[in-house]
């Protein structure tokens, strides 16, 4: 009975105006993710590699879709935050890599130039706070003549985080822009050791403390290995910091969209240890409430296979339409979440 009292609880906080919500999460589609994810993983981008001129290409598409969809620049002229630091250790989601790989990338003990792609949504009466949406658009690269095309990694998530901005701007034309700010960030040198959400995090253009959440996509195109159908997401982080933004999470995707999330790979004690290697932990790490979603390794990880025309866009559509609600939800509630009330 206590069970039941909390359920219908939560349903009644969620807080969403209308069902414009959902009006607009059906404005990313199959047809729009292939599109953006075919140019992403194409030969001609060379596998992303952070520094090298695939990567580059790839920015200058982020941003030319930020301004086609009337996104303004962040700071005057500029969607980019570029960064300069030395590459880091290489957080492999894998106990097997391939450490002749691994050696090729990190072997050059330079420093490496990369760029964040931002696309930032100034918000209505809410607009000093601020949710972050964030996918990484680097990849291995293009070693001895082999294209690493990275199509499930991690262009599978850049095409939803530019979808879900897409949608966003496609509400405030009409005049129901999200009442907080939304940042949605292409993210570099995650392949590197999470360089470009790190280098954010240390020079942040909005205040950390004003920032409510971030939720980070890295592969969410694939049945992962111990999986056999496509209709779930394993969600990473949710309640670590902030249990409403677990519960808003689940209300969302009951109500809404009806994919399992499974938490298999949240629990503490999980020796992949996903928390800490994708970009939402620069945020985590710094008090911000995240959610990671993910599909979950599979075999073609980090290989040349990794390739468009595996790529599941039924998945990755219904995945980004509950990401895109469920930070609809966050930017126009009246509370923002809370964090947990610290043990001890
Ligand atoms: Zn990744």
């Not at 930020?66 to 700071?75: Q, T």
Request: with cysteine; hydrophobic share 35%; net charge negative.
């Amino acid at each position: 009975m206590k069970k039941i009292i909390v359920i219908l609880f939560i349903g009644i906080s969620i807080s969403s105006f209308s069902q414009d919500n959902i009006k607009y999460s059906e404005t990313i589609i199959v047809s729009d993710l292939e599109k953006h994810l075919i140019i992403l993983a194409s030969d001609s981008l060379e596998g992303r590699e952070t520094g090298k001129p695939g990567q580059k290409m790839a920015a200058d598409y982020i941003m030319n879709h930020f301004k086609n969809i009337g996104i303004p620049p962040y700071i005057k002229k500029s969607y980019y935050q570029k960064f300069k630091v030395k590459s880091g250790r290489h957080l492999c989601k894998c106990d097997d890599c391939d450490q002749n790989l691994v050696k090729k990338i990190f072997g050059n003990k330079n420093k490496i130039k990369g760029e964040n792609v931002l696309g930032y949504i100034e918000g209505t009466d809410l607009k000093d706070e601020l949710i972050i949406v964030t996918a990484h658009y680097d990849h291995l690269g293009k070693h001895d003549s082999l294209i690493f095309n990275g199509a499930d990694d991690d262009a599978s998530g850049t095409v939803a985080a530019i979808e879900i901005a897409e949608a966003f701007m496609i509400a405030k034309k009409e005049g129901q822009g999200p009442r907080r700010s939304l940042l949605v960030m292409a993210v570099s040198g995650e392949e590197k050791g999470l360089l470009g959400s790190k280098y954010y995090t240390d020079h942040p253009i909005y205040p950390l403390e004003n920032t409510v959440a971030n939720l980070n996509i890295d592969m969410i195109g694939r049945i992962g290995d111990f999986k056999d159908n496509p209709n779930y997401v394993y969600l990473i982080g949710a309640d670590r910091l902030s249990q409403e933004l677990h519960n808003i999470s689940e209300q969302i995707n009951k109500e809404y969209i009806g994919l399992e999330l499974d938490y298999t790979f949240n629990e503490e004690d999980d020796p992949n240890r996903y928390y800490y290697r994708s970009d939402h932990y620069n945020f985590a790490k710094n008090n911000i409430p995240v959610i990671f979603y993910f599909n979950g390794i599979h075999e073609d990880y980090h290989k040349v296979t990794d390739t468009v025309e595996k790529i599941d866009f039924d998945k990755i559509q219904k995945i980004t339409r509950l990401i895109f609600l469920t930070a609809w939800e966050l930017a126009n509630r009246d509370e923002r979440i809370k964090l947990n009330k610290k043990e001890n």
